[in-house]
């Protein structure tokens, strides 16, 4: 099994910046594809940002230039740089993995934290 927690949701200012982070824990070896999803109040729960078996990094359009995706192997923590943020950027933000990339590229997620608040005022 995987364990996800996040953390470092806040309430900010439209135009700053904040760092989320997930510690990843368990049986790191299946948790592949780590990514942030988030969701807002009465809508669904959308991809942010991931990062490949590759290594490459794939954003969102409506964060791509904003948010930066990283992760710390030695650590086991992904991380989500946002900077520039925006009121539309307010929700519930979730680290996930999954056993298989190719799952993920389907909208299959294995694993889920329970997520950490992100609310940005303008």
């Known amino acids: 099994q995987v364990q996800l927690v996040e953390s470092g949701g806040s309430s900010v200012q439209a135009g700053e910046s904040l760092r989320l982070s997930c510690v990843i824990s368990g049986d790191t070896n299946n948790a592949r594809c780590p990514a942030w999803f988030r969701q807002a109040p009465g809508k669904e729960r959308e991809r942010v940002a991931f990062i490949d078996s590759h290594r490459s990094v794939s954003l969102s359009d409506s964060v791509k230039g904003r948010f930066t995706i990283s992760l710390d192997n030695a650590k086991n923590t992904l991380y989500l740089q946002m900077d520039m943020v925006k009121p539309e950027d307010s929700g519930a933000y979730y680290c996930?993995?999954?056993?298989?990339?190719?799952?993920?590229?389907?909208?299959?997620?294995?694993?889920w934290g329970q997520g950490t608040q992100v609310t940005v005022s303008s």
């Open positions: 996930a993995a999954v056993t298989d990339c190719y799952q993920l590229l389907r909208g299959v997620v294995h694993y």
